[in-house]
């Protein structure tokens, strides 16, 4: 860009910032027009103008900050897309832009840097492709070398630490000595300058996720470990609070290294939660005072995932390479943090404070993960608390609410220790009268605890408000009241009124023994549970606090659980709502076609926010009819999910997955029957599969692919051409949501169950995909993380259920399977390799050995001995071995039929034999 052009540049930098909103808006649309025109030559201006220590400081800054945000989006696929297009650059533009905003590190007057935002965000888009390889080693330079001012070591350490927080940490862990010894040396420096140590200090806590093999190392983390622990001690309240995080972060990622450090850390942690009663300081210490009691939530957190796993696994797992033990570190514990916990329950200074964090919230989540580790310890220590606080006279409010709060810390439900469900249900008994009393306590808080003690008591103690018919009545009054009071309490009323109808439902009908209940317990107050819940939606202040949405969502639930002398009231509710909606729909079809004209943002927002609980109401409500009426009302309610989605545009775009999440409980009521609509749905579920870029719709539309297959089953076929491509294109965008990926491969499976031997025209395409995901899933998940192993059991289910769905389809219905069933034949090979591989997983889930198991006798009744030569006998002893030892008795009567079709195959062997 010429002199002239940078001038410009500067100048409509400048009128960004204008007081004048004229100014402001044409000053963005020559940016964008800019932009537009040539943006690597206009990237290239907005970073000379950053680097430019002459030009404003403001001007400076909104260059940065506009250079960062074309490498930013909100959206994941077009955030990978704008990094696409910057490494499409020419590499001379790249390492200019580059060059200038290391060189700009520290000649900026205002912090936090931009500069360093800016040269995180490129590494983002380059260090996975193996460029900017001399980037971490110019931010150490610059960090530790010699002749450094204060403002460039801080202003690298802002970027080394954004990199460590938003750069793939497999990027990073090469270099991960490196960076540590970089941040420690500042971070150590207790004499050093103060923003220095903040920033190095956030950026070590950054740089822990990647640190694995420094941690492993007993000196290296001997190192480490004192580093944090000292600068929990810094005189600066920002640095300790930091450091503090620094502690929370080790003992999430690194428990299992922890044991020689914990006398050090309890006395540091605990030290930091006793602040808050320390009358001497007077200085705010609650930042301080969180970080300890979150430490004790972390430990909680992670003993808790070791214990849930090895019951998971059973006591063999403790063989295992991978096993981890819980060292129990919060039952030693115990005695010592639970009382300043209680002390802490305490202190909230502000009645109104609602869901503000503070100590006593954090406290009050600590205790009830304390409580779910150590259960019955934390009973002992807590209850005399409770009995001395559950009453009005001789407490303060602050009491009372503390009182109430831990009682719901210890109401937690095990139902692997009987002796412990019975100690549940007596407290329970015993307290609910004098929680119920509460509901009459001046303090708001403390009728907002009641209810939510109340809700917690009808989630893990059900028996002790439901079964007693004078308890329930003094509930439900106690809820009634509490719907017409504060917007807090009435938003918990609303959940406890939704748990108790789940309650009543569920132990008045024990593993759904019939479809609809003559009553439940909730019966008598069901028809003016509903009309109140209609009443709390309708509030003046019913937008506060997500009120309004507890009220329609309690209300979905009570029509989806409504027993049969509740159904008429119920029936009623769901006209109300569909009225409702009609009416929102038609406000806002105005909206549309006036261009938003005459209405303004809040007004649309807020009908757009009411249409979408309205519809979640209906959603969940559709669940609860019987299909009669819902095939009554169908044309109704596909009308207003057709009228929404046709809406669904700018401003009013957040219904949009709301109205296609109704499609699916009406495709499922409707059966056959939805075919009259799919006319209707196709072009909205279409616009879906093919937008990547909106994850959401897109993930509901594969789904509802799957669901319209179901439901209309062979009339699909008309359909099948288009969207089996469009599945198929999903499938080869390398933008795709990950998550979407294992529910396509399940709708290969709904759609080939629909169309039966017709599905043949799909099958080599479909099959070629299943195969490339079968490959990818088949690796070993050892030393993957939760989330990877989650999701990689998910594609493997997928894949399954893909190849069984395709099988069946093709087998056809008759006696004999039908000729093209061949066409899977090839591919028998494969897919019996791809169960074999899975099988050596231990992380191999249930229901993967029940599809698998399900798998293979499919096979065998198909394909018959010309199988016998593919089948090999330790993988199918192993198989069908993990079926039978298996809790759930799905998986064990799918383990005997495929043993049953494999010793068919024996029999037929022995009688001919041959080969595939």
Known sequence: MTMAGQSEIRSVLAACLSSEASSREGALKWLESASQSNLPQFLAALASELADVAAPPEVRSQAGLYLKNQLTSKNAVQQERKFAQWRSF??????????????????????????????????????????????????????????????Q????????????????????????????????????NKDGNRYIRLVATKAFCHALTFCSANFAVDAERNQLMLVICETTQADDKDIRVAAMQCLVKTMELYYKYMEPYMRDLFGITLGAMRLKQNKDIVDDVDDVVLQGIEFWSSVCDKEYELIETLKDYGESYVNDPDYEPCLHYARGAAEHVVPILLELLVTDEDEDSGDDWGPAKAASVCLDALAQVCRGKVQELVLPFVHAHLKIEGTTWQQRDAG???????????????????????????????VVALMQDPSPAVRDSVAFVIGKMGEHAPESVVLDAPTLDAVAACMKAALKMEVRVAANACWTVNVLAKSSALLSNPDDAVDRPQTFHLSGHYGHLVQLLFETADRPDASQQNLQTAAYDTLGTLVEHAPRDCYAVAGQAVQ??????????????????????????????????????????????????????????????????TGTLAIARGPLSSVKEDALMAIDPMADALGPGFLEFTEAVLPYVLEGLRNVEEEEPCFLCVGLVGDIARAIGPKMLPYC??????????????????KVKPHIF????????????QFSKYCENACKYLEIAAKLSAASTAGADIDDIEYVNELRESCLEGYTGILQALKGEDAAPAQQVQQLAPKVPIILSFIEQIMQDKELTDSGVRASLGLVGDLCDVYGAHLASYLKPAMVESLVQFGMASDSAKTKQTAHYALAEINKIKQQQQQSGGGF
């Open 153 to 188: 070591i801080a202003a690298s350490l802002e970027a080394l630490g954004y990199i460590c927080e938003e750069v793939d940490s497999d990027s990073l862990m090469q270099k991960a000595s490196s960076i540590l010894n970089a941040v420690v040396t500042h971070m150590y």
């Open 746 to 757: 399940s709708g290969f499976a709904d759609v080939a169950m629909a169309i039966g031997t």
């Open 576 to 641: 109300e709502v569909m009225r409702r909606m009609q009416a929102t729909l038609q406000q806002a079809q105005r909206v549309v076609a006036a261009n938003g004209v005459g209405s303004s943002q809040e007004h649309v927002m807020a009908l757009a926010n009411l249409h979408s609980m309205l519809l979640a109401a209906l959603v969940v409500s559709i669940r609860g009819l019987d299909p009669a009426d819902v095939a009554s009302a169908g044309k109704h309610i596909m009308e207003l999910i």
């Open 721 to 738: 051409d288009v969207l089996m491509q469009s599945l198929f294109d999903n499938v080869e965008n390398p933008y795709l949501a990950q």
């Open 90 to 151: 020419d590499e001379e533009l790249r390492s200019h832009i580059k060059n200038l905003a290391i060189t700009c590190l520290g000649t900026e007057q205002f912090k936090p840097s931009i500069a360093a935002q800016l040269v995180s965000r490129i590494a983002q888009a380059e260090f996975a492709y193996a460029l900017w390889e001399d980037c971490i080693p110019q931010l150490i330079q610059r960090v530790i070398g010699q002749g450094a001012t204060d403002q």
């Open 404 to 434: 109430l709060m831990a009682l719901a810390a210890v109401l937690w439900r095990d139902d692997d220790d009987a002796p412990g469900q019975e100690q549940l249900l007596l407290l329970a008994r015993q307290a609910i009268q004098p």
